[in-house]
């Protein structure tokens, strides 16, 4: 899996090079794996009178839900970018590069959702059309929004922002309607520290005052942010 820091470096890359921006997705893709090996299991509610009593089925393809199927599609998907001539990257498995005289492409993914950057067009059309040999891909155009992140041209820089999901995070915590504030913490605000393993975080206090309160989203939202 790319790494959330490798995603800003690859957008970073981009904006400094003067690159395009794109972003694709492969439809199902854990079922395009073959398994190395037999895997058998038994049949699913309701199929019993088909297959017949006391039968078992054996998989052909990969699926999810399958301890090995993260692995054994992205050896698929890294077999078919080798055979395009692209590399991995020494820093991450899940980041391919082609280098073609003076054109570059550049290609990372998560499970499904491809990220790419490079300098010619022509050559991202090629990958589109390599790949849709062998797998259901979709090219969604210019890189919009890309795991839950908005990424927005402006001019020569590429703007990334969280807005769609922090306006989640509100509504699911009944704060959509809040007013915003320089302070996370209004003047006078006290927690209760017995509230606080239901609230799934934790607090940090310096001389007894409250200056960090961690939760689960937090690292989530980050992902826009260099900080």
């Known amino acids: 899996m790319v790494h959330p820091i490798t995603i800003r470096t690859i957008v970073a890359l ?4 003067g ?21 058998y299991l038994r049949p699913p509610k309701g ?21 090995a199927s993260g692995r054994l599609w992205w050896q698929t ?5 080798k055979e395009l001539g692209m590399e ?11 280098t073609r005289w003076k054109s570059v492409l550049v290609v990372a ?14 050559l991202r059309q090629e990958y589109f059309e390599f790949m849709q040999q062998f797998f259901k891909v979709s090219d969604n155009g210019d890189l919009n929004f890309y795991l839950g992140v908005h990424y927005k041209r402006d001019g ?5 922002n969280q807005t769609g999901y922090l306006e989640r995070v509100l509504k699911r915590f009944g704060m959509e309607n809040c007013k915003p504030a320089v302070s996370p913490m209004p003047q006078g605000f006290s927690l209760n ?7 799934g975080g934790y607090i940090i206090t310096l001389n007894d005052a409250p200056i960090v309160w961690k939760s689960g989203c937090l690292p989530l939202v980050t992902l826009s942010s260099a900080e």
Not at 88 to 98: E, M, N, P, Q, R
Not at 156 to 160: G, M, S
Not at 193 to 199: F, G, K, T, Y
């Open 14 to 17: 981009a904006v400094a090079n």
């Open 19 to 39: 690159w395009w921006t794109s972003q694709g997705d492969v439809k199902t893709a854990y079922l395009n794996a073959d398994l190395p090996k037999p895997v």
């Open 47 to 67: 199929l019993e009178p088909l297959i017949g009593h006391g039968k078992i089925m054996q998989l052909r393809k990969s699926v999810y839900g399958l301890g």
């Open 77 to 81: 998907f890294t077999k078919k970018n």
């Open 88 to 98: 991995s990257i020494t820093a991450d498995d899940c980041v391919f590069k082609l």
């Open 109 to 122: 993914i998560i499970v499904d959702d491809i990220l790419m950057t490079g300098n010619d067009e022509g």
């Open 156 to 160: 020569d820089d590429v703007i990334a």
């Open 193 to 199: 520290p017995d509230l606080l393993p239901e609230q």
